[in-house]
């Protein structure tokens, strides 16, 4: 029993119910994450503004030399004192090479880092990795690329108990000043895993782009509880919760509406163990003036899902607006959550903000999807 709630009772009922309400979304969350944390991973609505995140193949495939790039998600914030916050930062870097005159090959290398936090528990997750991928052309000019991705990660879990009080802590009078007998494991632990992709891009002439790729994350299906890992009679571990490997699809293209106006479709397909996510929409990509590539960006989007009971709803719709100005693009979106967690409360959807600089811009027209 977590004693924020006996200090409620001297509130309104009006206030104690919506107290209650937050406390036990905390909770609820915090079980998912903890608990459950093989359904599902960390997500982001601008996938395409996190290309490390969404498939290895996609690292350093950009109309440039390097790439730094940042995207912060928060969501609850409408019944969280402290959201639940999503945090990523990554950098990559591309090089020419010659294994075949003939043709434009490149080898990039990438550093991206997640931090995955509920404040409310201080429960967080971080993650740190390396990638590599070998873009290879496919034709004369620059027109097809092949590329290859694989991408190494180490996380990092970690709670603190410090923050979590139990009933049998309680004085019985006005304070949770005992000690609990609850079994708690260690609070911080370490895992391994590993990432693969493939991607096509393909730019038939000029304003006109398409990308398809698959990916596969978490080839080693890591052990992720803060519990050991129990054996059987014969000694032989028994995984008590393994993260799915998750398997991806992307869609991306650019068609030319006219000189300044494009379509830019977008999908995201992801398969977790029972859970389905699918991400689509479109941007309207404006060319601000008929001299350089300042652009803005107007976006909507759905997100489907299909949950472990085989329930398929649709989990939110997005709204998006993004600029372009030389090498630096920002994206705002808002998700507004439609799922039957809206009774909870109030301002359940997801606030999400990125930004990237693309380094010595070389050529459009060797197109990464953005947003």
């Known amino acids: 029993m977590n004693k924020n709630l006996l200090q409620l009772m001297s509130h309104s009922p009006k206030s104690l119910l919506m107290s209650i309400s937050k406390t036990t979304l905390v909770l609820l969350l915090f079980i998912l994450v903890s608990e459950f944390a093989q359904a599902q991973d960390k ?24 790439r730094v790039s940042g995207i912060y998600r928060d969501q609850w914030r409408g019944v969280l004192d402290n959201p639940y916050v999503t945090f990523g930062a990554a950098v990559d ?11 434009k090959d490149q080898v990039a290398i990438g ?65 949770f000043d005992g000690i609990t007998a609850e079994d708690l494991p260690g609070n911080n632990f370490g895992y391994g895993d590993l990432n693969v992709g493939l ?18 994350h978490h080839v080693l299906t890591p052990e992720v509880s803060f519990y050991a890992t129990s054996t059987d009679k014969d000694d032989e571990p028994i995984s008590k919760s393994s993260l799915y490997s998750k398997y991806s699809g992307q869609l991306s293209m650019q068609v030319p509406l006219s000189d300044n106006l494009f379509l830019l479709p977008r999908a995201l397909f992801a398969l977790q163990g029972p859970h389905l ?7 309207l990509r404006i060319k601000l003036n008929s001299f350089n590539n300042n652009s803005l960006h107007l976006g909507a989007w759905a ?24 090498g630096v693009s920002c994206g705002l979106s808002y998700d507004a959550n439609l799922s039957s967690y809206q009774t909870a409360g109030t301002g359940q959807g997801a606030f999400e903000f990125s930004i990237t600089y693309i380094g010595s811009f070389d ?3 060797i197109m990464c999807p953005k947003f």
């Open 277 to 283: 996510e699918i991400n689509a929409g479109t941007n």
């Open 93 to 103: 870097v591309n090089f020419d090479v010659e294994f075949d005159s003939r043709y």
């Open 303 to 326: 997100r489907p899902v299909t949950n472990n009971n085989g329930d398929t709803s649709l989990d939110a719709i997005v709204a998006l607006v993004g600029i372009e100005l030389g």
């Open 199 to 216: 991607n096509y891009r393909l730019m038939p002439k000029s304003g006109y782009a398409f990308n398809i790729g698959v990916a596969m």
């Open 111 to 175: 550093l991206l880092f997640v931090n995955d936090k509920v404040p409310e528990v201080d429960f967080s997750t971080n993650q740190i990795s390396l990638s590599a991928a070998f873009h290879k052309g496919l034709d004369y000019d620059k027109k097809q690329f092949l590329s290859l991705g694989i991408q190494g990660t180490m996380a990092q879990r970690n709670i603190n108990y410090e923050n979590l009080t139990f009933d049998d802590e309680f004085n019985n009078l006005d304070a």
């Open 43 to 66: 997500h982001f609505t601008q996938f395409y503004a996190a290309p490390l995140t969404l498939n290895p193949a996609l690292t350093g495939s950009m109309p440039g030399r390097y």
């Open 363 to 365: 050529n459009e027209d």
